[in-house]
C-alpha cells in the first residue's frame, strides 16, 4: 500500500502563486507515474497535470498551462505542482495521485490518491 500526502494549500490572492508537494510513503519501489487532480465543491473532480517516472512527459490541464508547472523529486518520493498568476477558479481541493501507468494518471484512474489539500484563491 502507498500513501500519498499533500501539503502546501492555502488561502492567496488572485495573481499569487503557491507550491504544493505530495510524498509517497509506504511501498515505494519501482517506477511510478504522478499528477494532481482538483475538486471544488459541488463539482467534477478534473485533471490538473500529471508526470512520468523520468519526468520526460507531463500533461497539463488547458485551463493551467502556462501558469502551472508539475516536477518531481523520486529520491525524495515526491511531486511538486508550482501554480503561478493564480485565479479564483483554481479554488478547489487539490489531490495526489500515482499510478505505474502514465495514462492511467491522465485519465484519473490512479491506484493511489492523497487526502487532498484545500487551496483558497480569493478575488
Known amino acids: 500500500q502507498v500513501q500519498l500526502g499533500e501539503s502546501g494549500g492555502g488561502l492567496v490572492q488572485a495573481g499569487g502563486s503557491l507550491r504544493l508537494s505530495c510524498v509517497a510513503s509506504g511501498r515505494t519501489a519501482g517506477t511510478y507515474a504522478m499528477g494532481w487532480f482538483r475538486q471544488a465543491p459541488g463539482k467534477e473532480r478534473e485533471f490538473v497535470a500529471a508526470?512520468?517516472?523520468?519526468?520526460?512527459?507531463?500533461d497539463f490541464a488547458d485551463s493551467v498551462k502556462g501558469r502551472f508547472t508539475i516536477s518531481r523529486d523520486n529520491g525524495k518520493n515526491k511531486v511538486y505542482l508550482e501554480m503561478n498568476s493564480l485565479k479564483p477558479e483554481d479554488t478547489a481541493v487539490y489531490y495526489c495521485a500515482a499510478s505505474s501507468i502514465y495514462d492511467t494518471v491522465v485519465a484519473g484512474k490512479s491506484n493511489y490518491w492523497g487526502q487532498g489539500t484545500q487551496v483558497t484563491v480569493s478575488s
Open positions: 508526470i512520468n517516472w523520468s519526468a520526460t512527459r507531463s
